[in-house]
């Protein structure tokens, strides 16, 4: 196993060292594209692994099939490997999911067709398999701590470990306009940049990760806080966002400890629970490996729902509160029903009530800032917010004040959220 193990990891170290970037045999890919016409609009897609050894190591190699075609990061040998499409019969495979052929997804089966670049760690067939379904870049092979590939390499990896489940360059979203909210209102956040990493810097940040249902508004309600279109937005059944975002930025400050400071910070928009491509369990990992890769410290965590809060979103809330333990450090959560602006004030605090019921969250707490000249106020952890589409600022003034205290309000009495590897092993 030892000659093995040195062979295997010299061949994976000499893919890290290259850009991080899929490289295209011409040719050979617009022969592969061409044949991509073979899978037919709202046909049924699968997709499949099958488990594989090389050089000893067990590991699942992924493909997306139609029953007859199939597109996939080479055929299981890692040493030979391009994105190819062809007809050759399979057996014995393994079916993880079933999805309809569209537009979407035959773009993305264009944009990897004839990639090679291969790497186990960094470009495998499973990231280019899930890329092909639902357009994000992830290989749970590669979870931090618990892939069975990440197992292998963690102890080699080093700054590489940054890349980990982030997109190649080629296939990196496209920005978009972004658009001031509301002239009459300056926010108290400032935007720098989105990025796809979080480095050990990033520690001295003041960080704030909102989490939640798919379709609870979580990057609506980003955008307001910054009163800038930062991260996409829409109304859907699948979560817009596609990947853990990390947006960046400064803000002025308000502690128990002082008042008034310029400090950078960092806005973490996760992908949604109970989105039709993932488990609540998959998107938990994906989190977590984005989270726990270089962030230690965690200021505020926001978590959002809305409308009617199903158990599943619910017991998947509580894991994440698990990972993060709320027991220990409540006063560094805040709990927002969103989206109820259509609401009574009483269904406003029933509905609110019955969150806090479901995820075990505490509805007396309430956080503390102090303001110019030392005066003291004090904001409650668990709000009704609501943002409607073109709503005129002094529709949702209150609203806006609120959510910015919730996210900005650091009650230094308490420690921040320290992630630990010990607290990896949840699920």
């Known amino acids: 196993m030892g000659v093995f193990n040195s062979k ?76 190819v499409v062809h007809a050759i019969k399979r057996r014995g495979y393994i079916i993880a999911d079933t999805f309809k052929m569209n537009n979407d997804i035959r773009n993305r089966m264009l944009q990897v ?13 499973e990231h280019v398999a899930r890329y092909i379904q639902s357009g994000v870049w992830v290989s749970f092979q590669m979870a931090k701590d618990t892939g069975p590939l990440f197992k292998i390499f963690k102890n080699h990896l080093s700054s590489h470990s940054k890349l980990v489940n982030t997109f190649p360059k080629e296939l990196e979203p496209m920005k978009y306009t972004r658009k001031e909210i509301y002239k009459e209102y300056k926010s108290h956040l400032e935007f720098t940049r989105t990025k796809n990493i979080l480095t050990e810097a990033d520690n001295d940040s003041y960080n704030v990760v909102f989490i939640g249902p798919t379709g609870c508004g979580k990057s609506t309600l980003i955008n307001h806080l910054f009163n800038l279109t930062v991260v996409n937005a829409a109304a859907s059944a699948e979560s817009v966002t596609r990947k853990v ?65 199903e158990n599943h979103h619910a017991e998947a809330i509580k894991q994440f509160m698990q990972w993060l333990q709320y027991d220990k450090n409540k006063k560094r959560f805040c709990f927002i029903y969103n989206k109820s602006d259509m609401l009574t004030e009483g269904e406003k605090v029933t509905c609110l009530l019955k969150m806090c019921e479901m995820l075990g969250a ?26 409607p589409p073109m709503a005129e600022f002094k529709q949702i003034e209150t609203d806006m004040n609120k959510l910015t205290h919730a996210a900005l309000a650091d009650d230094k009495r308490h420690p921040r959220i320290h992630l630990e590897k010990s607290l990896c092993s949840i699920l």
């Open 113 to 125: 067709s004839g990639a090679s670049n291969y790497s186990l760690a960094l470009r495998n067939c």
């Open 8 to 83: 295997f990891l010299d061949q994976e170290k000499t893919s890290w060292v290259k850009s991080h970037e899929l490289e295209y045999e011409p040719q050979l890919a617009n022969e592969f594209r061409k044949l991509v016409s073979n899978f037919k609009d709202g046909c049924d897609l699968y997709l499949c692994y099958e488990n594989k050894t090389n050089f000893g190591y067990p590991y699942e190699h992924w493909f997306v099939t139609d029953g007859i075609w199939i597109i996939e990061f080479g055929s299981g040998d890692i040493l030979n490997i391009l994105v």
């Open 245 to 309: 975002e990390f947006i960046e930025g400064t803000t002025i400050m308000r502690n128990t400890e002082r008042h008034g400071f310029k400090r950078g910070l960092n806005i973490i928009d996760t992908l949604g629970f109970c989105d039709s491509l993932f488990t609540a369990e998959e998107v938990l990992s994906m989190i977590k490996s984005s989270l726990e890769l270089n962030l230690a410290k965690i200021d505020k965590v926001l978590i959002v729902c809305s409308g009617r809060i």
């Open 362 to 387: 505490d509805t007396t707490d309430d956080a503390v800032i102090w303001m110019e000249g030392g005066q003291k106020r004090v904001f409650k952890q668990n709000l009704n917010l609501g943002f």
